[in-house]
């Protein structure tokens, strides 16, 4: 069974930080390249950031660019996002998704800004 579980949301104050983990089972983690994608109340999804199968490339929304870091571990199939400088924008249903032969989704973690 593939699962993606996404972990270490919360409610934070501004200008504060989370890290995010997302693990990987049930299928190949290190043949799928990596995405993070959120949603917020009452939008639609919303692509935050990428990273390839080797972990060497990452890409980022212009918003979270200098405050957000994407990343991978292959041996323990699982990624991170690690988020600073938070702001209230960033309010959101977190969610992990693979890119490859298929496409898979996780069940999301939450996200609040808050003070």
């Known amino acids: 069974e593939v699962q993606l579980v996404e972990s270490g949301g919360g409610l934070v104050q501004p200008g504060g930080s989370l890290r995010l983990s997302c693990a990987a089972s049930?299928?190949?983690?290190?043949?799928?390249?990596m995405n993070w994608v959120r949603q917020a109340p009452g939008k639609g999804p919303e692509w935050v950031s990428s990273i390839n199968i080797p972990g060497d490339s990452t890409t980022y929304k212009n918003s979270v660019r200098g405050r957000f870091t994407i990343s991978r571990d292959n041996a323990k199939n699982t990624l991170y996002l690690q988020m600073n400088n938070l702001k209230p924008d960033d309010t959101a249903v977190y969610y992990c998704?693979?890119?490859?032969?298929?496409?898979?989704w996780g069940q999301g973690t939450q996200v609040t800004v808050s003070s």
């Open positions: 049930g299928f190949i983690f290190s043949n799928y390249a």
């Open positions: 998704r693979a890119v490859g032969l298929r496409e898979y």
